[in-house]
């Protein structure tokens, strides 16, 4: 693809770095509560207790939201399943309209090779996207239709999810008639981008370590 003009990169670098501010008021926020509980040094064996919280402890009978919702557990799990393994697809795709990358064809073919490649590319992708897709709308209809979840979910979150969806889409677009869907899905994405680290939307990225200091904590406190 050519060189992104002017206003593609301006948009990136913007993003960038307001992404990069939200990233790091979150670790300083992260850091001064992880230094007040102090829980790591009085962890036994904290590698094992990690592994545990990231495989046995997802299981919904150990899961606690899953034994008071196992059916809303199973979307949100979907959703976050399918977008951790979508996510390397849409970057790489992200870099490539930005000139990093020449391919992103290319780029998957020579990391996991043809084969591997023309699944991710193929039905797998599909498939994830369609998960996405569903699991998003049946949250956002929640929203709406359960009062307990309208009254704790902000004016973001109900403008930033039919957002994620139309990225979703346009990335997916993009990949298939680059020339008329590459910049909206790079521009759209540039904003979410800057968005994240300031909205719920963080938890996608930081799904696994949450989780892993849930682990640690449950280990001591029991909960």
Same mark, same amino acid.
């Given at each position: 693809?050519?060189?992104?003009?002017?206003?593609?990169?301006?948009?990136?670098?913007?993003?960038?770095?307001?992404?990069? $501010?939200?990233?790091?008021?979150?670790?300083?926020?992260?850091?001064?509560?992880?230094?007040?509980?102090?829980?790591?040094?009085?962890?036994?064996?904290?590698?094992?207790? @990690?592994?545990?919280?990231?495989?046995?402890?997802?299981?919904?009978?150990?899961?606690?939201?899953?034994?008071?919702?196992?059916?809303? =557990?199973? @979307?949100?799990?979907?959703?976050?399943?399918?977008?951790?393994?979508?996510? %390397?697809?849409?970057?790489?795709?992200?870099?490539?309209?930005?000139?990093?990358?020449?391919?992103?064809?290319?780029?998957?073919?020579?990391?996991?090779?043809?084969?591997?490649?023309?699944?991710?590319?193929?039905?797998?992708?599909?498939?994830?996207?369609?998960? $996405?897709?569903?699991?998003?709308?049946?949250?956002?209809?929640?929203?709406?239709?359960?009062?307990?979840?309208?009254? @704790?979910?902000?004016?973001?979150?109900?403008?930033?999810? %039919?957002? $994620?969806?139309?990225?979703?889409?346009?990335?997916?677009?993009?990949?298939?008639?680059?020339?008329?869907?590459?910049?909206?899905?790079?521009?759209?994405?540039?904003?979410?981008?800057?968005?994240? %680290? =300031?909205?719920?939307?963080?938890?996608?990225?930081?799904?696994?370590?949450?989780?892993?200091?849930?682990?640690?904590?449950?280990?001591?406190?029991?909960?």
């Amino acid at each position: 693809m050519e060189n992104p003009g002017f206003w593609l990169n301006g948009t990136f670098f913007f993003s960038l770095t307001v992404f990069s $501010l939200g990233w790091l008021l979150r670790y300083l926020k992260w850091s001064r509560f992880a230094k007040a509980e102090n829980v790591f040094p009085r962890v036994k064996n904290p590698k094992k207790t @990690i592994l545990e919280a990231l495989t046995i402890d997802l299981l919904p009978m150990k899961e606690y939201s899953a034994q008071l919702d196992p059916i809303f =557990y199973l @979307i949100g799990l979907s959703m976050h399943l399918a977008f951790f393994f979508l996510f %390397p697809l849409y970057l790489i795709k992200y870099l490539e309209i930005l000139g990093f990358i020449s391919s992103t064809d290319s780029f998957f073919s020579g990391f996991m090779g043809t084969s591997l490649k023309n699944l991710y590319f193929g039905l797998l992708k599909d498939v994830l996207l369609a998960v $996405l897709t569903i699991s998003l709308s049946i949250m956002y209809a929640r929203k709406f239709l359960l009062s307990k979840v309208k009254e @704790i979910s902000g004016l973001g979150d109900f403008l930033a999810i %039919p957002f $994620l969806l139309i990225i979703a889409v346009l990335g997916y677009l993009s990949m298939t008639w680059e020339a008329v869907y590459s910049e909206p899905y790079f521009f759209l994405t540039s904003i979410f981008m800057a968005y994240v %680290p =300031y909205s719920k939307f963080s938890h996608f990225l930081t799904f696994f370590i949450v989780r892993a200091y849930r682990g640690l904590r449950k280990s001591i406190y029991g909960v």
